[in-house]
């Protein structure tokens, strides 16, 4: 798993790629929250997330909750796809 963070002038754009697990989500929430503040905007890539377990959905959920409209989603790879059509999101 990597992540790549990078601020601009509304907020930080961020893109996710390998594995998104309970073994990476501990890290993915410290690098955000060293990263992002609430008022910020989070755009998230997805397009190379080659997994999403449960811990990785709950992440994008709580972000979803933290930051509303503020949170993007964009390039959802088949693995995120499948992971929201499992949970019906």
């Known amino acids: ?40 905007a989070l755009i998230l890539n997805l397009a190379d997330v080659t997994e999403l377990d449960t811990a990785g959905l709950q992440l994008l959920m709580a972000l979803r909750q933290h930051l509303g409209p503020k949170l993007v989603l964009q390039q959802h790879s088949q693995a995120v796809i499948e992971m929201l059509a499992l949970y019906r999101l």
């Open 1 to 40: 798993m990597s992540i790549e963070l990078q601020r601009m002038a509304d907020g930080v754009q961020g893109h996710f790629s390998g594995a998104v697990t309970i073994y990476e989500v501990s890290e993915i929430q410290r690098q955000l929250s060293e990263s992002c503040t609430k008022e910020d």
